[in-house]
T-cell receptor, first 115, second 111 residues
Framework: GAGVSQSPSNKVTEKGKDVELRCDPI?????LYWYRQSLGQGLEFLIY????????KSGLPSDRFSAERTGGSVSTLTIQRTQQEDSAVYLC?????????????FGPGTRLTVT | GQSLEQPSEVTAVEGAIVQINCTYQ??????LSWYQQHDGGAPTFLSY????GLEETGRFSSFLSRSDSYGYLLLQELQMKDSASYFC????????????FGQGTELSVKP
């Protein structure tokens, strides 16, 4: 079947604007993860969902960041009042379940540029 | 908290063998994963070790020593297409399913 998809692939926005990033996980995957990757850096965990619940939001950098997941499928990451330091690639991944499954499948990412 | 250390870059020639080391600190170790990421691409899963020892998958092998909090990825018969960034990542049993990634090792394979 199809892999993880993300949209948009690229987003350029002005400082202070809000943005929404979308992730469509692999069908049937109950676990969904958001990571952020700055240029030449590792992946920084933001939040994960088990079904529609987010047991761990510890990685969200500030209260400007929020995420939701509906129907156990699509997830949206929202960044309000964007700042230049938010510029990064935002990666979404999914896995069959949270515990006991070790492989996460990543989407191609959304490259966010805040000007 | 958790932390991982891996070399920032490694260079090798085609046909050679290269080993990328990873040391980690975590309170509730659950397993060590390796991911490959080509420039501009998504990370893709390579291997996972939960128990001590060597796991082999084709040209790639991964090793874990839990007592030493250490693992490595071994790439044999290097090819130009292996040029990429390689990330180790730990799962912590106290942290749900999230992965904590190292900073990545950029592997350059030269002719």
């Amino acid at each position: 079947g199809a892999g993880v998809s993300q949209s948009p692939s690229n987003k350029v926005t002005e400082k202070g604007k809000d943005v929404e990033l979308r992730c469509d996980p692999i069908s049937g995957h109950t676990a969904l993860y958001w990571y952020r990757q700055s240029l030449g850096q590792g992946l920084e965990f933001l939040i994960y969902f088990q079904g529609n619940s987010a047991p761990d939001k510890s990685g969200l950098p500030s209260d400007r960041f929020s995420a939701e997941r509906t129907g156990g499928s699509v997830s949206t990451l929202t960044i309000q009042r964007t700042q230049q330091e938010d510029s990064a690639v935002y990666l979404c991944a999914s896995s069959l379940e949270v515990q006991g499954t070790y492989e996460q499948y990543f989407g191609p990412g959304t490259r966010l540029t805040v000007t | 908290g958790q932390s991982l250390e891996q070399p920032s870059e490694v260079t090798a020639v085609e046909g050679a063998i290269v080993q990328i080391n990873c040391t980690y600190q975590t309170s509730g170790f659950y397993g060590l994963s390796w991911y490959q990421q080509h420039d501009g691409g998504a990370p893709t899963f390579l291997s996972y070790n939960a128990l001590d020892g060597l796991e082999e998958t084709g040209r790639f092998s991964s090793f874990l020593s839990r007592s030493d909090s250490y693992g490595y990825l071994l790439l044999q018969e290097l090819q130009m297409k292996d040029s990429a960034s390689y990330f180790c990542a730990v799962r912590d049993r106290n942290q749900g399913g999230k992965l904590i990634f190292g900073q990545g090792t950029e592997l350059s394979v030269k002719p």
